[in-house]
T-cell receptor, first 111, second 113 residues
Framework: GQNIDQPTEMTATEGAIVQINCTYQ??????LFWYQQHAGEAPTFLSY????GLEEKGRFSSFLSRSKGYSYLLLKELQMKDSASYLC????????????FGAGTRLAVHP | DTEVTQTPKHLVMGMTNKKSLKCEQH?????MYWYKQKAKKPPELMFV???????INESVPSRFSPECPNSSLLNLHLHALQPEDSALYLC????????????FGSGTRLTVV
C-alpha cells in the first residue's frame, strides 16, 4: 500500500519560519513534490526532490531523506499570502505520471 | 503559453443530465490527467492519458468517460452522476516520464443536484 502523512493544520506568525513535515511509504520512489493550494484554486508546483538533501528556492526550501521516507518544506519570512494548504505528493512505482497526494497541511499565517 | 485552461469553471447538473468538462493546454505536454478533489481532501487521481492513449484508470465508475481527441485537448464526459460526485475536477498536464511536476488547471466546480 501507499501512505503519505502530513500534519492537518499549522499556525505561524508573519515573518517567522515554519517547517511542514511529510512522511511516506510507497512502493517505488521516483521523486517527492510539494504543491501550494489556496482555497478554491488549483495546486501550484513548489519543489521537487529526488536525491537526499536540501533544495532551496527563494523563501522556500525542501528536504528529502529517502532512507527515512521523510521530507519537509521550510517556509521563511512568512507572509500573509502564504496561508494555504501545502500538499506533499510522491511519484512511486507508477512512474512520474502518477502522483499520489497526501491530505495536505493547512497553514494559517497570523499578523 | 504556460497554462492549462478548463471550462466551464462552474457546472450544476441533474442526475439525468449529460455534460462534458473540457481541458486544453499548448505546452507540448503529452501526458494529461483528471483528478477529483473533495473539500479539504487531497486530489485523487482518476485517469491518465499518455500520448493520447488512456494509460491509467483508477477504477473510476463508468458514469465518468474520458476522451483525449488530440495532444492538446482532454474531455471528461459525465452521465447519470450522483450527488456524491459533486467536487472540484482538476485537469493537469506534464511531459511524459519526466519531472518535475504537473501544471494544473483552475478546475471545474461540479454540483450534482
Amino acid at each position: 500500500g501507499q501512505n503519505i502523512d502530513q500534519p492537518t493544520e499549522m499556525t505561524a506568525t508573519e515573518g517567522a519560519i515554519v517547517q511542514i513535515n511529510c512522511t511516506y511509504q510507497t512502493s517505488g520512489f521516483n521523486g517527492l513534490f510539494w504543491y501550494q493550494q489556496h482555497a478554491g484554486e488549483a495546486p501550484t508546483f513548489l519543489s521537487y526532490n529526488v536525491l537526499d538533501g536540501l533544495e532551496e528556492k527563494g523563501r522556500f526550501s525542501s528536504f528529502l531523506s529517502r532512507s527515512k521516507g521523510y521530507s519537509y518544506l521550510l517556509l521563511k519570512e512568512l507572509q500573509m499570502k502564504d496561508s494555504a494548504s501545502y500538499l506533499c505528493a510522491v511519484s512511486g512505482s507508477g512512474g512520474y505520471n502518477k502522483l499520489i497526494f497526501g491530505a495536505g497541511t493547512r497553514l494559517a499565517v497570523h499578523p | 503559453d504556460t497554462e492549462v485552461t478548463q471550462t466551464p469553471k462552474h457546472l450544476v447538473m441533474g442526475m439525468t443530465n449529460k455534460k462534458s468538462l473540457k481541458c486544453e493546454q499548448h505546452m507540448g505536454h503529452r501526458a494529461m490527467y483528471w483528478y477529483k478533489q473533495k473539500a479539504k481532501k487531497p486530489p485523487e487521481l482518476m485517469f491518465v492519458y499518455s500520448y493520447e492513449k488512456l494509460s491509467i484508470n483508477e477504477s473510476v465508475p463508468s458514469r465518468f468517460s474520458p476522451e483525449c481527441p488530440n495532444s492538446s485537448l482532454l474531455n471528461l464526459h459525465l452521465h447519470a452522476l450522483q450527488p456524491e460526485d459533486s467536487a472540484l475536477y482538476l485537469c493537469a498536464s506534464s511531459h511524459v516520464g519526466q519531472p518535475p511536476g504537473y501544471t494544473f488547471g483552475s478546475g471545474t466546480r461540479l454540483t450534482v443536484v
